[in-house]
């Protein structure tokens, strides 16, 4: 195979932006060769390209031949039941985030990426971002020493009233499965758990419809506790402007704090435990060596995830973003949901079965009636392109 043939599954928002990259050329060896939507009148925009095919149901389309790997940009659930198909019938599979909605489904989506030289990968686009490949390159090098706290301030994802309305399934139980956590913060969450682990503990409190007319979360405050006794704190909104994004990874060798497009290390000279034990002095702290860490631009982001998957399946290429590694940022979500509704501390690993149980009865409850507005995605995803 000299090219890949892929198919979008779900062409709203994010998923026509990544035909429009890949139709521009904007990925080597890669065609789109095949579309498909429930909506009609998203699969007549595709008219234009004869060369490629349109199908108004995804079973049709991943048995069609026409393809040999798919993304799948559909509404959150049924990244599931899709993501399975599409193993099951052999096919390379891309899937947006979050993965799944809960991590049971998550469980069961990975349980069924059996065939070795499958290539199965998640659309972590900032993972592509050199702010967070520099940082990781300094915590994996141990030059931060050990995790003793994380602090992520992430409210600049507001949204409007007319954003919630643009769809019947957004920001509900059933057609979304959760809010602010589910939709905007896996990147979020994913690129803290790549950084820092996966806690032990999680305390959250969120806030249902505080700043919207929706059913689930749009503000979330959470304590995390790890393992070694480091401790951090996540706060996000989707209500609040002009909101902050600061994420600051302290260590026993210092500090580093991303913000305003700018990474800055502030070292240690000498680790602060071996300095607090022997120091002669009563107020005295380390000295430090204070280093901005040159960083050009956001990096390729979508397009390198679609350019890494080409190479995965072509040359064999390591992923930036497995599959299997979505459950973690699913389950951080789930765990600090569950915390909220519970009034309790949640350990992780989470169980899954008891959150999806959960959500069953909130969807099962849910009285909420949504108002929409007719009114096509691609405004709004093309606003936050790079980031949501």
């Given at each position: 195979?000299?090219?890949?043939?892929?198919?979008?599954?779900?062409?709203?928002?994010m998923?026509?932006?990544?035909?429009?990259k890949?139709?521009?050329g904007?990925?080597?060896r890669?065609?789109?060769h095949?579309?498909?939507?429930?909506?009609?009148?998203?699969?007549?925009?595709?008219?234009?390209?004869?060369?490629?095919?349109?199908?108004?149901?995804?079973r049709?389309?991943?048995r069609?031949?026409?393809?040999d790997?798919?993304?799948?940009?559909t509404?959150?659930?049924?990244h599931?039941?899709?993501g399975?198909?599409?193993?099951?019938?052999g096919?390379?599979?891309?899937?947006?985030?979050?993965?799944?909605v809960?991590?049971?489904?998550?469980?069961?989506?990975?349980?069924?990426?059996?065939?070795?030289?499958q290539?199965?990968?998640?659309?972590?686009?900032?993972r592509?971002d050199?702010?967070?490949?520099?940082?990781?390159q300094?915590?994996?090098r141990?030059?931060?020493?050990?995790l003793?706290?994380?602090n992520?301030i992430?409210?600049?994802?507001?949204r409007?009233?007319a954003y919630?309305?643009?769809?019947?399934?957004?920001?509900?139980?059933k057609?979304?499965?959760?809010g602010?956590?589910?939709?905007?913060c896996?990147?979020?969450l994913?690129?803290?758990?790549?950084l820092?682990?996966?806690p032990?503990?999680?305390?959250a409190?969120?806030?249902?419809?505080?700043?919207h007319?929706?059913?689930?979360?749009?503000?979330?405050?959470?304590?995390?506790?790890?393992?070694?006794g480091a401790?951090?704190?996540?706060?996000?909104?989707?209500?609040?402007?002009?909101?902050?994004?600061?994420?600051?990874?302290?260590?026993?060798?210092?500090?580093v704090?991303i913000?305003?497009?700018?990474v800055?290390?502030?070292r240690?000279?000498?680790?602060a435990?071996?300095?607090?034990r022997?120091?002669?002095?009563?107020f005295?702290?380390?000295?430090?060596?204070?280093?901005?860490?040159?960083?050009?631009?956001?990096?390729?982001?979508?397009a390198?995830i679609?350019?890494?998957?080409?190479?995965?399946?072509?040359?064999?290429?390591?992923?930036?973003?497995?599959?299997?590694?979505?459950?973690?940022?699913?389950?951080?979500?789930?765990?600090?949901?569950?915390?909220?509704?519970?009034?309790?501390?949640?350990n992780?690993?989470?169980?899954?079965?008891?959150?999806?149980r959960?959500?069953?009865?909130l969807?099962?409850?849910?009285?909420?009636q949504?108002?929409?507005?007719?009114?096509?995605?691609?405004e709004?995803?093309?606003a936050?392109f790079?980031?949501?």
């Open positions: 195979m000299e090219r890949v043939r892929l198919g979008i599954i779900g062409v709203g928002g998923g026509s932006n990544h035909a429009q890949i139709l521009g904007a990925i080597k890669l065609e789109l095949a579309v498909c939507d429930i909506d009609p009148a998203r699969l007549k925009a595709f008219e234009k390209h004869p060369g490629v095919a349109r199908f108004d149901d995804s049709k389309l991943l069609s031949g026409a393809v790997a798919v993304l799948i940009a509404p959150h659930y049924d599931t039941t899709i399975i198909d599409a193993l099951e019938q096919l390379h599979v891309l899937v947006e985030k979050p993965i799944s809960h991590k049971a489904d998550c469980e069961r989506l990975i349980a069924a990426h059996k065939k070795r030289g290539v199965f990968s998640a659309m972590f686009n900032q592509c050199p702010h967070y490949q520099r940082v990781k300094i915590i994996d141990g030059e931060l020493g050990r003793q706290r994380v992520w992430i409210t600049d994802w507001f409007s009233e919630y309305a643009s769809g019947g399934w957004r920001a509900t139980w057609g979304e499965g959760g602010v956590l589910l939709n905007q896996p990147h979020n994913d690129l803290l758990q790549w820092c682990g996966m032990n503990k999680v305390r409190f969120c806030s249902l419809g505080k700043y007319t929706i059913e689930v979360e749009d503000e979330v405050t959470a304590y995390l506790e790890y393992a070694n401790t951090g704190v996540f706060i996000t909104s989707t209500g609040e402007a002009p909101g902050t994004n600061r994420l600051e990874i302290t260590g026993d060798q210092g500090k704090v913000e305003h497009g700018n800055h290390f502030t240690n000279e000498v680790r435990s071996e300095f607090c022997t120091t002669r002095q009563s005295a702290r380390p000295p430090v060596w204070n280093i901005e860490i040159p960083v050009k631009d956001n990096g390729p982001q979508h390198g679609l350019q890494n998957f080409t190479d995965a399946i072509l040359d064999g290429l390591d992923l930036i973003a497995p599959a299997r590694e979505g459950i973690h940022s699913v389950e951080l979500g789930n765990a600090m949901l569950m915390s909220s509704l519970s009034g309790q501390t949640v992780v690993p989470l169980d899954g079965a008891k959150f999806e959960m959500l069953k009865k969807v099962r409850e849910s009285k909420f949504k108002k929409t507005v007719k009114k096509g995605d691609n709004d995803m093309a936050s790079g980031k949501a």
